[in-house]
T-cell receptor
Framework: EAGVVQSPRYKIIEKKQPVAFWCNPI?????LYWYRQNLGQGPELLIR????????DSQLPKDRFSAERLKGVDSTLKIQPAELGDSAVYLC?????????FGPGTRLTVL | DQQVKQNSPSLSVQEGRISILNCDYT??????FLWYKKYPAEGPTFLIS?????DKNEDGRFTVFLNKSAKHLSLHIVPSQPGDSAVYFC????????????FGPGTSLSVIP
């Protein structure tokens, strides 16, 4: 069974540029999560989807971050414009009935 | 304010010995606890969990102990193997929102051959 797929794996951009991350969850998983992991810290939830509905986006900085999950499968997380402090690993996870399964993450570096 | 704390950023253990990773939490609403393991350039993978109705859960070489009164849990790995070298995240959630998992900052375990 394929795991959670994320792309790109690495991204380097200059500040004020836009960037987008893509996630394909495990087949059949209705719940999808986007996390941000800063260096030396644990993952922090940005947004959680149940199918195509965002049910928890309380931690998403809505002035510059946006996300979508069209058709309740793949999801895209966008930052526009990126700031230096956005440098982090962005993790996508999905779950069926219980445990969350994580993708490998996208390491973003903002210069 | 960190709700899940792992006060040891790193730990080194000899192969074959016991590794003990500690975790403390502050939110009394937490009643389900998980440990995730993360290798470099990979996402975290689920390792073991425990519900607050138990004080111990065992899975092979891995055992998690929960002390609710102290709001403390620990992960024991016996015997430790070099392949166990990774970052271990303690995480917690509440019955009111099991999908909202709060992670600790992680402990980097090095098992020395």
């Amino acid at each position: 069974e394929a795991g959670v797929v994320q792309s790109p794996r690495y991204k380097i951009i200059e500040k004020k540029q836009p960037v987008a991350f893509w996630c394909n969850p495990i087949s059949g998983h209705n719940t999808l999560y986007w996390y941000r992991q800063n260096l030396g810290q644990g993952p922090e939830l940005l947004i959680r989807y149940e199918n195509e509905e965002a049910v928890d986006d309380s931690q998403l900085p809505k002035d510059r971050f946006s996300a979508e999950r069209l058709k309740g499968v793949d999801s895209t997380l966008k930052i526009q414009p990126a700031e230096l402090g956005d440098s982090a690993v962005y993790l996508c996870a999905s779950s069926g009935a219980d445990t969350q399964y994580f993708g490998p993450g996208t390491r973003l570096t903002v210069l | 304010d960190q709700q899940v704390k792992q006060n040891s950023p790193s730990l080194s253990v000899q192969e074959g010995r016991i590794s003990i990773l500690n975790c403390d939490y502050t939110n009394s609403m937490f009643d389900y606890f998980l440990w995730y393991k993360k290798y470099p350039a990979e996402g975290p993978t689920f390792l073991i969990s425990i519900s607050s109705i138990k004080d111990k859960n065992e899975d092979g070489r891995f055992t998690v102990f929960l002390n609710k009164s102290a709001k403390h849990l620990s992960l024991h790995i016996v015997p430790s193997q070099p392949g166990d070298s990774a970052v271990y995240f303690c995480a917690a959630s509440a019955r009111t929102s099991y999908d909202k998992v709060i992670f600790g900052p992680g402990t980097s375990l090095s098992v020395i051959p």
